[in-house]
């Protein structure tokens, strides 16, 4: 099944899940992006796969929510060497994602780029998509039951109701569950 048409950007975004890996692959084996030199003057530009990595804010990353200093001591105390050691974690974790992406996007004739952005994923993805002037959103689902998702919402289905172009959502058919499972 490839999709062929005009399009200009595909925003892929990639937690580093196998499900979002698995959104990516079935993008560039599925889409077709804009031929170079197609259409009129800068809308004219190849189409390309845009690879989207959203970090959380090194405070939520953490965890970090200082309580009280006991014996009187501030409420709100920031710890610079903690939060540093926090971004640097997720600096190299996101290197490790991206790497993992380009290496799949590797054996693809096809323009990629990657960009990270640090906050909310479910509203940085939009923002992205937005911004990019995105023809697609491709993502991956993650397999949680109702009550997982009614407590924790699901980036995926925030994104289908928020952004404004169309959204491929790629969820794990029971074949790729069942190879996980073998694996194991």
């Known amino acids: 099944m490839a999709a062929t048409g005009n ?4 925003v ?6 196998e499900e979002s890996m698995n959104a990516l692959k079935w ?4 889409l077709r992006l804009r031929p170079p030199g197609e ?8 189409g390309s796969f845009v690879i989207l990595h959203v970090q959380s ?6 965890g970090l929510n200082p309580g009280a200093i006991p014996f009187g001591g501030p409420s709100h105390v ?3 060497a903690f939060a540093a050691a926090i971004e640097a974690h997720q600096k190299r974790i996101t290197e490790a994602i991206l790497s993992h992406a380009l290496k799949i996007c590797a054996g693809s004739d096809v323009h990629v780029t990657t960009k990270v952005v640090v906050g909310d994923p479910k509203e940085m993805i939009c923002e992205v998509a937005v911004n990019l002037q995105a ?16 407590f924790l919402g699901s980036v995926s289905n925030y994104c289908i109701n928020h952004v404004h172009c169309p959204v491929i959502v790629i969820k794990d058919t029971p074949d790729q ?4 499972e073998q694996k194991a």
């Open 135 to 150: 023809d697609l959103l491709v993502m991956g689902c993650r397999a949680w039951g109702p009550i997982k998702r009614m």
């Open 27 to 30: 993008a560039l084996q599925n």
């Open 78 to 80: 920031e710890v610079p």
């Open 39 to 46: 259409g009129d003057g800068p809308s004219s530009d190849p």
């Open 12 to 17: 892929v975004s990639v937690d580093g899940s």
């Open 57 to 62: 804010p090194p405070s939520i990353a953490a």
């Open 7 to 10: 399009l200009r950007c595909v």
């Open 177 to 180: 569950a069942e190879s996980s």
